[in-house]
Nanobody
Framework: QVQLVESGGGLVQPGGSLRLSCAASGNIFSVYAMGWYRQVPGKQRDLVAAITSGGSTNYADSVKGRFTISRDNAKNTLYLQMNSLKPEDTAVYYC?????????????????WGQGTQVTVSS
């Protein structure tokens, strides 16, 4: 059983900052690519930023220069530092990770999602 638990969301004024965290736990053999997605009601879930196990990153154009994704491989934890927040960044943010597990000698690869954390940017 693998769980992703997010934290760090909340209400912030425009121009403010927040740092999201996502901790993976459970029967983990290895963690590969990880990413942050966001979703507003009635719209699809969109990629915000992603990072490989080696540290290569990519960002949505709308957050480049404002958001920074990072990870601590020793702790199986993903971060998203969000600066200069705008009202249009308001959404539920989800973390995603590709994780391998081993059960009875069989390695399995799956994509896992966190439960989501609300980020609201408003004055």
């Amino acid at each position: 059983q693998v769980q992703l638990v997010e934290s760090g969301g909340g209400l912030v004024q425009p121009g403010g900052s927040l740092r999201l965290s996502c901790a993976a736990s459970g029967n983990i053999f290895s963690v590969y690519a990880m990413g942050w997605y966001r979703q507003v009601p009635g719209k699809q879930r969109d990629l915000v930023a992603a990072i490989t196990s080696g540290g290569s990153t990519n960002y949505a154009d709308s957050v480049k220069g404002r958001f920074t994704i990072s990870r601590d491989n020793a702790k199986n934890t993903l971060y998203l530092q969000m600066n200069s927040l705008k009202p249009e960044d308001t959404a539920v943010y989800y973390c995603n990770a590709r994780i391998s597990t081993v059960l009875a000698g069989v390695r399995t690869y799956d994509d896992y999602w966190g439960q989501g954390t609300q980020v609201t940017v408003s004055s």
